[in-house]
């Protein structure tokens, strides 16, 4: 039955609701959520916070497909940069909504000093009211 499950999570036909129910399935646990959870993050209408909770999920390789996803907020890509998981924190500076003022921060602090230890991490600049 998961196989099913991870059709569905790539047919672009799938309505949004059924979208966010395959996330609740996916955030339950367990390795068939997992492949899920993976399966999902490739999704283009997940919603931010959808993202957000695949991104933050348990699931190591769903967790670094979400830290690429554009729909991710800048304080959410600042998080992940300050992630333990190496593959988690790379996949974020990959994202291509991560704020110019951070890719310049990073760089400035050149490959001995970028290093994702907490308070260490690059901040998103504050949304605009």
Do not use: F
């Not at 036909?13 to 609740?24: F, S, T």
């Not at 959410?76 to 310049?104: F, G, I, K, Q, Y």
């Amino acid at each position: 039955m998961s196989h099913l499950l991870r059709g569905l999570a790539g047919n672009p036909a799938l309505a949004p609701e059924l979208v966010g129910h395959l996330v609740a399935l996916a955030l339950e646990g367990g390795d068939e959520d997992e492949d899920l959870a993976e399966a999902l993050t490739g999704r283009t209408d997940l919603t931010a916070g959808q993202v957000r909770e695949l991104a933050t999920s348990g699931e190591h390789k769903a967790r670094a497909d979400a830290a690429r996803h554009p729909a991710l907020s800048p304080a959410a890509l600042a998080d992940l940069l300050a992630h333990a998981c190496p593959d988690t924190a790379e996949a974020a500076a990959a994202n291509p909504s991560l704020p110019r003022a951070v890719m310049e921060e990073l760089i400035a602090r050149g490959p001995e000093r970028a290093g994702r230890r907490a308070g260490n991490t690059p901040q998103a600049p504050a949304a605009a009211p």
